[in-house]
């Protein structure tokens, strides 16, 4: 029988600016105490706060408890343990996530923890964050650092007819439905809303990255996130982000950014796509290790 302590878990319900509430798992190891760095993690497309920690225990949050740091798991919107799925009544997008659940999601836990803070996100989190951060440059002073993973904004630099067929296809049958639906086709565990699939497809024939009313342009609202940020992504993930795109992300974050493409060339023993790059074994044995090391030194650049 095992002897180690179970991590201590507690539920919060974080209501939004607008009128929802978000789910956040707040999961500590036994020895944590006022000084324990805290990460704050943030799950991309269809996903929800299981993509970071299952109910077996296992996950990339897993590597970081063991590491000493105390977990936030995140749910968006509609993402949540009883949350109500999308649907024409509830028809938000992306910037819905930067105006309101990013920014309510960093106050809360910003709140909660007293220690030093990172933000790891994955896949369409991590751009999300991002745009938060730089159109709420007060949030920024809540982290000691960003580490973003998968993450690069759609558009048909890569990916080819495959690319333009799969969003066309995603904004066509969200339009017909009323939302995205990922369960059905076996694309992830929720369905996503209309409004947030259209906005991801007309950003691709120009590699926009903006809000849907084109009056918010979040690449150039970039240049105002001044924390440090590492961005990783897998040598393998040619589809929904790739090296070329990340790099061309960190270019533009500018000196505060780190890019590390991940896989044999530095030292992996495979080369990881946008999920394995965070789940699995190997990536437990292997990236997980690489992330907690750059925010243990990010976190001691910063005086955290």
């Known amino acids: 029988m095992s ?23 707040q999961v500590a190891p036994p020895t944590a105490d006022d000084r324990s760095p805290g990460v704050l993690l943030l799950p991309g497309l269809f996903s929800d706060t299981r993509f970071f920690l299952g109910p077996d225990g ?16 995140a749910a968006f919107r509609g993402h949540g343990p009883g949350d109500p799925g999308p649907g024409r009544s509830a028809d938000w997008n992306v910037d819905t996530y930067v105006r309101h659940d990013v920014p309510d999601l960093l106050r809360a836990v ?12 994955h896949s369409m989190a991590g751009y999300v964050a991002l745009a938060a951060l730089a159109t709420r440059p007060e949030l920024q002073q809540r982290l000691a650092a960003v580490v973003t993973v998968a993450s690069a904004v ?12 799969h969003l066309t296809f995603a904004a066509a049958v969200s339009r017909l439905l009323g939302r995205f639906p990922a369960r059905a086709l076996r694309q992830g565990r929720h369905d996503e809303p209309a409004g947030l699939m259209r906005q991801l497809a007309a950003w691709a024939p120009r590699g926009a990255f903006r809000s849907a009313d084109g009056n918010t342009d979040y690449w150039a609202q970039l240049a105002a996130v001044t924390l440090p940020v590492l961005v990783v992504v897998g ?12 790099r061309r992300l960190a270019d533009h974050l500018g000196e505060a950014a780190e890019l590390r493409v991940l896989g044999r060339s530095t030292g992996l023993g495979w080369d990881p796509g946008h999920v394995d790059i965070l789940r699995g074994a190997r990536a437990d044995a292997e990236v997980m290790p690489r992330l907690t090391a750059w925010m243990r030194a990010a976190a001691s650049r910063g005086g955290a």
Do not use: M, W
Request: charge should be neutral; glycine fraction near 10%.
């Open 110 to 121: 910003g709140a909660l923890h007293p220690g030093p803070l990172f933000l790891l996100a």
């Open 235 to 246: 040598a393998a993930d040619t589809f929904h982000a790739s090296p070329a795109r990340a």
């Open 154 to 165: 759609n558009d048909y630099s890569d990916g080819g007819i495959r690319k333009r067929a």
């Open 3 to 25: 002897t180690t302590a179970e991590p201590v878990r507690t539920v919060h319900r974080v209501p939004t600016s607008d009128g929802q509430a978000l789910h956040v798992e």
């Open 58 to 73: 296992r996950g990339p949050a897993a590597a970081l408890l063991a590491e000493g740091h105390i977990c936030y798991l």
